[in-house]
């Protein structure tokens, strides 16, 4: 969204609440799923074997996302991958999303219809719609969004489930978003994969439930870092995990020129980089396609290592931090 | 929430995301529906009849709430009670909530315990659960609640079934949200029980599935404004709706010393205030209990008339009005 269309686009305030939704809603064709999409004053969602899986996320402008880095049709396609990402991680398949947006009422509606637009691209590259939503004045842009999945007669994968002598493998790519997040940050031309990587991550569609029917003892999506969540499932399952940096060396090794032109360590992208939402999850024996094998479950006390060893280098996002 | 009580506490940035998820989440009772609680990648909700219908209302300081004039617990209640009215206007009955949180990283922990207390609470009295949520910096409260109902095996109740000379019935009052506001707006003292229900909606809980059992022919929840909220249903029903001054007569004379108090006509709390989350529905026959009948159902155009001549007054709220 150049800045040119925005200056010509009607506001928020000159079209107005209802006009708006008109406009995001019309025209949008409903997964088989949305047995009643949006209009009433609530949408309904199938759920075939009785059980909806559920998970929430916010971005808010500024803090998760930058309008000078990313379009709003971008914003969107993040918003939905990460919370699909998480329904991913249950070994669930989405079925549906709602979302709250809040904006400035100076807000060129133009922007409002390339962020749903950008929503139900990445929405339909799993095959959900967005069922409802809210729309609100607030100061900056913040995006809310709910998804609902589906189980398919199978059984959550928890955190909680991890077995000692197991392997701990991953699907989807690490240090992608953070690269590109230092990339962007030191105002470095190239890598423009990585660059984009940062503004609209990309989950490994479909991995999560391929894991889940091969028997996932545990799983979760790599959010804020790769050895903070991993603490997750260590604390939840009350083991130890061991990361190999041989398993790692095709996600650092794709980071390496990136890195020295940052002048970052590859290694502190992969390992504590958040936001690229790779799964990781533990098996027994083998590992599905799609998957790779990254280290071992050990037995507790519970504790992140790599390479036998405490990693001493950033670990992670936390929302609070500066 | 006094200012003593917030300079004690620690700040959000002090104590971090995880513990105060931790401290959010510790103690509280799932009702049954919840299968999976907060803690994992998603929650797990029950669906007993293979749909579930779903809500998502965004809340933001200074826009939706007030914090001089409500309490962080207010708030907490105010978006738990807005989201279920939705789920019951469909004439369904809450299952769970889950809640996206955005504050300021100085906001004290105290509060943020304040806020979920008061949302326990309200979900409380309609024997739902908090399934899980997200907490995130910004720089204002922004609170973003998705509410998750179950039909029981009944069609929803949409806002597209009013049939000419059907009954129009309310549950639940009207305009006390509104003359709440102009009561905090212009500082009059008295009325105690007005202004917190401005700041604490009371929708009729239980009256939405009761109303689609009695074969409601179209419900919505009067969240806008009756005139405005009536438009809707007139609209996607293709009818007239003509309400009856003497049917709202209790609303009004309920109101009529804060009117005279501030200056303001009863009359545009009572058919333009929103907020206060009572049940609108058509009835073809007998209204059920806690059900009061305000007017009628006409033929087409769609209108909202007000005995019979169309309302001249305020009709409503708009997002993005001023």
Known sequence: ??????????????VGEFAVIDRLVRGRSQPAAVLLGPGDDAAVVSTGDGRTVVSTDMLVQDRHFRLDWSTPHDVGR???AQNAADIEAMGARVSA??????????TPVAQIDALADGMWDEAGRIGAGIAGGD???CPQWVVSVTVLGELDGRPPVLRSGAKPGSVLA?????????????LLDKEINGFIDLRRRHVVPQPPYGAGALAAAAG???????????VADLRHVAEASGVGIDLS??????????LAAAASATGADAWSWVLGGGEDHALAACFAGAVPDGWRVIGRVLDGPPRVLVDGAQWQGYAGWESFGS
């Open 135 to 137: 729309l609100v004045s």
């Open 78 to 80: 993040k918003a939905i």
């Open 170 to 182: 991953i699907a989807g790519e690490l240090g992608r978003s953070a690269a590109g997040y230092s």
């Open 97 to 106: 999303f709602v979302v709250g947006f809040g904006a400035p009422p100076d």
């Open 1 to 14: 969204m150049g800045k040119g269309a925005s200056g010509e686009s009607p506001t928020l305030r000159q």
């Open 245 to 254: 940096t041989a398993g790692l060396a095709v996600d650092h090794d794709a």
């Open 216 to 226: 996932a003892q545990a799983m979760i999506d790599v959010s804020d870092g790769l």
